[in-house]
């Protein structure tokens, strides 16, 4: 099966700890991207990476760090010095619209989110 | 900064009615506008538009663009309750997207 897999579903931390979400998938897409949603709020970007060994901070990446050493994989540490960290945190993966400059996005898939309550 | 703005926040209907979500856009460099529905999990993608004018359709849904004016709609026809969910537009351009906050719709019975 093709897809997006995070884990854990459900995630508690007590502040001040580090934690990891996890993300893979196995749709051979180039680009990973991490997104925070708070209730009645969209997706707000966290980081994204266009390709393996390269990532850029989106609008909301303090108190975040991503790595990206393979393709099919792109963890986000939620460090401690994220003030507000209780959320719901949604990965994606993507290619792009082919034969346009730009680079289009193409149909974005999303994995089924970790929620994370820091207590 | 580039933004995308949707409208209303928030609509309750009955079932059987039409709704039409709207969703306005201000970016350099517009490639792609697309609509997800999300229903307490992960978005679900329902459409991609490039082009103006050109309608796509899946089954009660249909989404349409205009290019000139910057804004993109989602009509649903005959809404049922299966339908209550967020719908999120975003706009795809630069390598990433970026989302409205989405439209809260409620159908009730």
């Known amino acids: 099966d093709g897809g997006i897999t995070q884990s854990p579903k459900y995630l508690f931390r007590k502040e001040g700890q580090n934690v990891t979400l996890s993300c893979e998938q196995n749709?051979?897409?180039?680009?990973m991207y991490w997104y925070r949603q708070d209730p009645g709020q969209g997706l707000r970007l966290i980081y994204y990476?266009?390709?393996?060994?390269?990532?850029q901070k989106g609008d909301i990446a303090e108190g975040y760090s991503v790595s990206r050493e393979k393709k099919e994989s792109f963890p986000l540490t939620v460090t401690s010095a994220q003030k507000n960290p209780t959320a719901f945190y949604l990965c994606a993966s993507n290619n792009f619209l082919s034969g346009t400059s730009g680079k289009a996005v193409s149909e974005q898939f999303f994995g089924p989110g970790t929620r994370l309550t820091v207590l | 900064e580039d933004k995308v703005v949707q409208s209303p926040l928030s609509l309750v209907v009955h079932e059987g009615d039409t709704v039409t979500l709207n969703c306005s856009y201000e970016?350099?460099?517009?490639?792609?506008l697309l609509w997800y529905k999300q229903e307490k999990k992960a978005p679900t993608f329902l459409f991609m538009l490039t082009s103006s004018g050109i309608e796509k359709k899946s089954g009660r849904l249909s989404s349409i663009l205009d290019k000139k004016e910057l804004f993109s709609i989602l009509n649903i026809t005959a809404t049922q309750t299966g339908d209550s969910a967020v719908y999120l537009c975003?706009?795809?351009?630069?390598?990433?997207?970026?989302f409205g906050k989405g439209t809260l719709l409620t159908v009730n019975p």
């Open positions: 975003a706009e795809g351009s630069n390598y990433k997207l970026t």
């Open positions: 990476s266009q390709i393996v060994n390269d990532f």
């Open positions: 749709l051979n897409h180039d680009a």
């Open positions: 970016v350099t460099n517009f490639r792609s």
